[in-house]
């Protein structure tokens, strides 16, 4: 089985949708002469040609508007946006159109697009290009919302999002694109939306994490086992919108104790939603309060100081051991 980096194993789940269906394209800044500006999308210009893998303007509204035109006419656009906190351009016309659509025309209307777009810091980028607001979308009804971990289930899970028939938000972490290979089999594969993955079993704590803060929180668990001899469940949210609730709780309910981490801001982040899910499926598993480390409530650092800003495995560990010692 061949191993491959996050870009390396998204550009296999794009050439294997355009192969297999002539109504899937691309389109984006800078997507076709230079393969995106992560190279996600290289060689596919070459060859699909232009007509359906389109540079566009830089003009994140008018690209998204056009996605939403096309997939009205059973077309099936994925779009790239260069960064997530440039989606902030196109807000209007992801809320208004491409999240609505559907419902607004009582189902007439179809609107089968995917959204992609690299989010969060760890490449020392400047302002606006290291956000992670997938709060935002996860708030809209009518969007999907997807953030894989590593190659293996971005490539499955980007499948899973062109053949899905909802319009889906595929945050990728650009931290992790050429990170770590990891082995991604040949043949197709696809992994089902809305459903978390547990990435290891365990019965002292439950330890939830996603996209590339997954990274930390596995390299913590390894030390909290061997070290600390704390045997953590570790779970991979993988989407965010809908939210698996059942394999949350589950988890809570067996182990009694939850850390959350991610790195988008604490305020209204994506650990407050699964707090209210555990207090409302497991609450009276629970034998502590439950612990989220994430982002601080303010704007993205400058490179010079991002890593006080973004949870690490000594973090994590510091949260866990606070979360088991108490009675």
């Given at each position: 089985?061949?191993?491959?980096t ?5 550009n ?27 190279r996600?999308?290289k ?11 389109m ?71 400047v ?65 089902p ?20 803060m997954?990274?930390?929180?596995r ?13 953590v ?35 209204c ?36 100081t ?22």
């Amino acid at each position: 089985m061949p191993q491959r980096t996050m870009v390396e194993a998204l550009n296999l789940a794009l050439d294997e949708a355009m192969s297999a269906d002539d109504s899937v394209l691309i389109m984006g800044q800078d997507v076709g002469v230079n393969g995106g500006v992560f190279r996600v999308t290289k060689g596919l210009h070459e060859q699909y040609g232009r007509d359906r893998v389109m540079d566009t303007p830089l003009a994140e509204c008018g690209i998204i508007g056009t996605a939403v035109g096309m997939s009205v006419y059973g077309l099936k656009p994925v779009v790239e946006i260069q960064f997530s906190g440039f989606t902030m351009q196109a807000f209007d016309q992801i809320e208004q159109n491409m999240a609505r659509l559907h419902n607004r025309t009582m189902g007439r209307f179809p609107m089968r697009m995917v959204l992609r777009t690299p989010y969060g810091g760890g490449i020392r980028a400047v302002e606006h290009h290291s956000e992670s607001r997938e709060t935002y979308w996860a708030h809209t009804p009518g969007l999907k919302v997807v953030i894989p971990s590593g190659p293996r289930n971005a490539r499955a899970l980007l499948a899973a999002a062109i053949d899905d028939p909802d319009p889906v938000i595929f945050y990728e972490p650009k931290a992790v694109y050429r990170a770590f290979r990891e082995d991604v089999p040949e043949e197709r594969e696809t992994m089902p939306i809305g459903t978390s993955q547990v990435v290891r079993e365990g019965k002292d704590l439950t330890l939830i994490s996603y996209g590339a803060m997954m990274r930390p929180a596995r390299e913590a668990v390894e030390d909290l086992v061997d070290e600390h001899g704390i045997d953590v469940e570790l779970i991979d949210l993988l989407t965010i919108s809908p939210m698996d609730s059942e394999t949350l709780c589950k988890s809570v309910a067996k182990t009694g104790r939850c850390v959350i981490v991610h790195e988008g801001h604490r305020t209204c982040g994506i650990a407050s939603e699964i707090i209210a899910r555990i207090n409302e499926g497991a609450f009276e598993y629970l034998e502590a309060p439950i612990k989220r480390l994430t982002g601080y409530d303010i704007p993205f650092p400058y490179f010079q100081t991002e890593q006080y800003f973004l949870p690490d495995a000594d973090d994590i560990i510091e949260s866990v051991r606070e979360t088991m010692a108490w009675e």
